[in-house]
């Protein structure tokens, strides 16, 4: 099997990306190439929530503006990776944008020849479901490999 050389990594900021994250550092470990974060920050869909059965809100960021949520979301993001425990040879790199979740990502992996998306199987929305709605999409379009890391009930 050929080593993956672009590894995207997508993260909802609950206590579950940990284990996502984790599990990205150990794959990129193995296959000696960096790691690039990515949280998309809702805010779109908040304005449409009444419309989306889909949408589970994070009722700590309603009422928010755009920027707060980008604000409050890169410290959660550097509080995220300085957890981590990373050789010094890999290159961890984050971003976080604005949009709507599987949309960018599916963007982002195209626009930077993805190799590999590295994504939780359950974040926010339904762990009724077999997988989330955002894992979901990801697997069904992407246009590279995807590893949905089986994340543990916790942040329910
Ligand atoms: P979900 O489909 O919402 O249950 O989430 C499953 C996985 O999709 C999460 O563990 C993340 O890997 C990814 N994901 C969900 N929401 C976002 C987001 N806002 N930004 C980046 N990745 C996300």
């Known amino acids: 099997m050929n080593a993956y050389k672009q590894i995207l990594v997508a993260v909802d900021l609950t206590e579950d990306s ?7 550092v150990e794959v990129a470990g193995k296959n000696r190439t ?8 809702e805010f779109v869909y908040q304005v449409n929530v009444a419309y989306d059965p889909m949408f589970y809100p994070v009722f700590e960021d309603l009422g928010k503006n755009e920027e707060e949520l980008i604000k409050i979301s890169k410290e ?3 509080g995220l990776i300085a957890k981590l425990e990373v050789e010094e040879n890999i290159q961890v790199k984050s971003d976080v944008i604005s ?11 195209e626009e930077q020849q993805v190799d590999l ?3 939780g199987s359950h974040g926010r929305s339904g762990f009724e479901l077999l997988l989330g709605s955002t894992a979901n999409a990801i697997l069904h379009h992407a246009p590279c490999d995807v590893l ?8 329910k």
């Open 18 to 24: 940990f284990q996502v994250v984790r599990k990205a």
């Open 34 to 41: 960096d790691i690039f974060i990515v949280h998309v920050v």
């Open 76 to 78: 959660k993001m550097l």
């Open 99 to 109: 949009g709507i979740p599987k949309t960018e990502i599916l963007r982002l992996s």
């Open 117 to 119: 998306i590295v994504c």
């Open 148 to 155: 949905a890391v089986r994340t543990k009930k916790q942040s």
